[in-house]
């Protein structure tokens, strides 16, 4: 009996992706151990942010969900190279995500792992504060008003 493999059948479908294809060679060698310490250094990697953000809640447990939303970023080649990036130095960029916004919202985990486009929203800068220098100036003085009791 002659075993069958996914490019065979996607090179005999009248509808071939060549995308699709691409991806598939582009994915890692998926192996228990790889999966499992990329989920492993993903977490430490949010709950080291957590703690020198107190305001960002820690990962306690990983759900069903989390873990399916966790794999197919594990599959995401820029996601794989830039995740620790992204927590540990362009998070801390934005007050935006740290709840320095109208909202008072704030980055989650689950907000994070939610999509494929999240994190690269962070990377290009979109949650950047562009602050004016009259703003900044108004900012002080509030502060200096407050010091003084005001």
């Given at each position: ?62 759900t069903y969900e989390r873990r399916n939303r966790i794999r197919n970023l594990f599959y995401d080649k820029l996601f794989r190279n ?69």
């Amino acid at each position: 009996m002659k075993k069958l493999f996914l490019s065979d059948i996607l090179l005999k479908t009248e509808e071939f992706d060549t995308k699709f294809l691409e991806k598939i060679k582009e994915s890692p060698q998926e192996t228990g151990e790889d999966y499992k310490q990329f989920e492993i250094d993903l977490v430490n990697s949010w709950n080291e942010l957590a703690s020198k953000y107190v305001i960002l809640s820690k990962v306690l447990k990983l759900t069903y969900e989390r873990r399916n939303r966790i794999r197919n970023l594990f599959y995401d080649k820029l996601f794989r190279n830039e995740y620790k990036k992204v927590l540990l130095e362009e998070i801390p960029k934005h007050p935006f995500l740290l709840g320095e916004n109208s909202f008072k919202w704030l980055v989650s985990f689950d907000w994070l792992i939610a999509n494929d486009f999240n994190y690269v929203k962070i990377l290009e800068g979109k949650y950047k504060i562009v602050v004016t220098e009259a703003e900044k100036i108004k900012r002080r003085a509030e502060i200096m008003k407050k010091a003084r009791g005001g």
